[in-house]
């Protein structure tokens, strides 16, 4: 990976600068809305206990569905923005280094997104992944070109793996987050759904002035004038490499950004230490967000706690995020890995954002942007997890 000491500021320009690099490689993934979510977010919800919390705030949710990006997921444009950035690094081509290629430890969405921008620019890749993987995810990662290395599934294992492939092959180390490179390809996702949502909005007001018109009517709606883009983005938090570039994207526009990450066994380490103040570095976790299992990095941390970026974290329990899953593929029609549910159910389910949104928002309400951070699931597992029989956490790869 590039120097560290190389990287652009971590910066809302950074990203831009980000995006026009990575513009040829990756998808503009759609936005889409939800009438029916939007409502059923604006009235009082029933707990799973089955009791309707107080809360009734007004919520416009609006999607951005990084399930249509390259390779399933956001984790794309972290990779290819890594890459360029490692081309430009002095003496990295002239020295051998694009044959000598890169590395990474994962068995996610970061594996593929690696191989597939490695080999897209003609350089080898070296995937260190878990003996235990699911196949699916083993099958994809060598279906981008990748040579697959096996370890144990610690990782004190997967890392001692991965330095022996740098010392025998001198492969560059590219992190699935914590870096400033990936957290700024990452956070392109913010910039396009400000201007995406504001785009939509404005021709939202466009087509209500139009029907005034052909109504003869001579009073100026009210409503929707204050409406010029989104008001909060909520995203999923595992290493926060996505969470803080899209802070970034945010800074100096006045949109607030928050957190999101289940609450089944400590998997809530970003919202423990943002309220403690200390980062927590270890997590042990078989939540069913299996993409959200992973501690914040020094780098997201510095942007998220450290520079106060992000607004706040909230946490959902299991049966919240199948809850919320369920209505995406219901009522949505698009096909979304648990890890990408979490901040539909935050604004669905948990009491204490809703209430803040009320409180905050008022009558007006917000235009709320919600992160649906990558598609790919295993149909089998996912089965299993609609299932009656599904328990509290699972060990099942989605």
């Given at each position: 990976?590039?120097?560290?000491?190389?990287?652009?500021?971590?910066?809302?320009a950074s990203?831009?600068?980000?995006?026009?690099?990575?513009?040829?490689?990756?998808h503009?993934?759609?936005?889409?809305?939800s009438?029916s979510?939007?409502?059923?977010?604006?009235e009082?919800?029933?707990?799973?206990?089955?009791?309707?919390?107080?809360?009734?705030?007004?919520?416009r949710?609006w999607?951005?569905?990084?399930?249509?990006?390259?390779?399933?997921a956001?984790?794309a444009?972290?990779?290819?923005h890594a890459?360029?950035?490692?081309?430009?690094?002095?003496?990295?081509?002239?020295?051998?280094?694009?044959e000598?290629?890169?590395?990474?430890?994962?068995?996610?969405?970061?594996?593929?997104?690696?191989?597939?921008?490695?080999?897209?620019?003609?350089?080898?890749?070296?995937?260190?992944?878990?003996?235990?993987?699911?196949?699916?995810?083993?099958?994809?990662?060598?279906?981008?070109?990748?040579?697959?290395?096996?370890?144990?599934?610690?990782?004190?294992?997967?890392?001692?793996?991965?330095?022996?492939v740098?010392?025998e092959?001198?492969?560059?180390l590219?992190?699935?987050?914590?870096?400033?490179?990936?957290?700024?390809?990452?956070?392109?996702?913010?910039?396009?759904?400000?201007?995406?949502v504001?785009?939509?909005i404005?021709?939202?007001?466009?087509?209500?002035?139009?029907?005034?018109?052909?109504?003869?009517?001579?009073?100026?709606?009210?409503?929707?004038?204050?409406?010029?883009?989104?008001d909060?983005?909520?995203?999923?938090?595992?290493?926060?490499?996505?969470?803080?570039?899209?802070?970034?994207?945010?800074?100096?526009?006045?949109?607030?950004?928050?957190?999101s990450?289940?609450?089944?066994?400590?998997?809530?380490?970003a919202?423990?230490?943002?309220?403690?103040?200390v980062r927590?570095?270890?997590?042990?976790?078989?939540?069913?967000?299996?993409?959200l299992?992973?501690?914040?990095g020094k780098?997201?941390?510095?942007?998220i706690?450290?520079?106060?970026?992000?607004?706040?974290?909230?946490?959902?329990s299991?049966?919240?995020?199948?809850?919320a899953?369920?209505?995406?593929?219901?009522?949505?029609?698009?096909v979304?890995?648990?890890?990408?549910?979490v901040?539909?159910?935050?604004?669905?389910?948990?009491?204490?954002?809703?209430?803040?949104?009320?409180?905050e928002?008022?009558e007006?309400?917000?235009?709320?942007?919600?992160?649906?951070?990558?598609?790919?699931?295993?149909?089998?597992?996912?089965?299993?997890?609609?299932?009656?029989?599904?328990?509290?956490?699972?060990?099942?790869?989605i």
């Amino acid at each position: 990976m590039a120097d560290p000491s190389t990287s652009p500021p971590l910066t809302r320009a950074s990203v831009a600068a980000a995006r026009e690099l990575i513009k040829p490689f990756v998808h503009r993934t759609p936005v889409i809305t939800s009438s029916s979510l939007s409502a059923l977010a604006s009235e009082p919800s029933p707990s799973s206990e089955g009791e309707s919390s107080k809360a009734k705030p007004k919520l416009r949710l609006w999607f951005k569905c990084e399930n249509f990006q390259k390779v399933g997921a956001f984790k794309a444009r972290g990779a290819f923005h890594a890459i360029e950035r490692l081309k430009k690094e002095p003496g990295w081509l002239a020295g051998g280094g694009a044959e000598r290629g890169v590395v990474t430890h994962s068995s996610g969405n970061h594996a593929q997104a690696l191989s597939l921008a490695a080999r897209t620019n003609g350089i080898p890749a070296y995937i260190v992944m878990p003996s235990i993987s699911a196949p699916p995810k083993i099958a994809a990662t060598k279906g981008y070109g990748a040579n697959v290395v096996f370890s144990g599934s610690t990782s004190i294992e997967r890392e001692a793996v991965t330095m022996k492939v740098i010392e025998e092959t001198g492969a560059r180390l590219v992190p699935p987050y914590d870096h400033p490179d990936i957290v700024l390809g990452q956070g392109t996702l913010g910039l396009e759904f400000q201007e995406q949502v504001a785009a939509l909005i404005a021709e939202e007001g466009e087509k209500q002035t139009e029907t005034e018109k052909k109504e003869g009517s001579d009073v100026v709606a009210k409503k929707g004038t204050k409406r010029k883009g989104l008001d909060a983005i909520i995203a999923p938090c595992g290493g926060g490499g996505m969470l803080s570039g899209v802070a970034l994207s945010c800074e100096g526009t006045g949109i607030r950004v928050f957190g999101s990450e289940p609450s089944f066994q400590g998997a809530d380490d970003a919202k423990r230490g943002y309220e403690s103040g200390v980062r927590v570095e270890a997590v042990s976790t078989l939540t069913i967000a299996d993409g959200l299992r992973t501690p914040v990095g020094k780098v997201p941390w510095s942007i998220i706690y450290e520079r106060r970026l992000v607004s706040g974290f909230y946490s959902v329990s299991e049966d919240e995020i199948r809850r919320a899953l369920r209505l995406a593929y219901e009522r949505l029609k698009v096909v979304i890995e648990p890890s990408s549910a979490v901040p539909l159910a935050v604004a669905l389910f948990n009491e204490d954002f809703r209430a803040m949104v009320e409180r905050e928002a008022g009558e007006d309400g917000w235009d709320l942007g919600i992160v649906f951070s990558g598609g790919n699931v295993n149909l089998d597992a996912l089965g299993k997890l609609f299932s009656e029989e599904s328990a509290e956490g699972s060990d099942v790869s989605i």
